[in-house]
């Protein structure tokens, strides 16, 4: 029995219904598993939504988790998969006062060498957007903390898997 902790991605299909998020979240929490991270989008699929969480477990309670989560009505399915066989991203937006990027030319290094994009700037304050890995996000947070940040906001982790997931043959087949 393998018992070691991994990072997974959840990827659950469902009907779009209200309450559902609740008892997915119940889920985890009547076992205290921490979320890493989640997100909830539209799909590839029309009518379809695609919740997209991260967790640290074993691979064990992983499997149970799975199981419970397909226990819910509105999930069509639900599938599991490590860092490698995924292909994830994050995004943030950094809020920082404008005179930075004008007197602070390590400002500007910061933001060439992290390929970070200026969404706005006025007066007042700039934006920048990243995306990429946590760890880039987490060193530019890092970076940019030293000269103070306005407001800071990450997203959750979004990912696509390297393998395909058949759940669109799954649905035509359902129907």
Known sequence: MEDTINTYTISIYTENNIGL??????????????????????????????????????????????????KQVEVIKAYYHTDEETIYQESCMFKLRSDLLFEEREIQNIIKESNARIVTVNKEFFVLEKSGKRNEIEQLYREFSAYGIMQFVRSGRIAVTKQEMKISQMLVAFN
């Open 21 to 70: 998020l609740n008892r997915i979240s119940a889920i985890f929490q009547r076992r205290h598993i921490n979320v890493e991270s989640l997100n909830t989008s539209i799909s590839e699929i029309e009518g379809v939504s695609r919740f997209t969480i991260v967790v640290n477990l074993t691979e064990e309670r992983m499997k149970k988790i799975i199981g419970q989560i397909e």
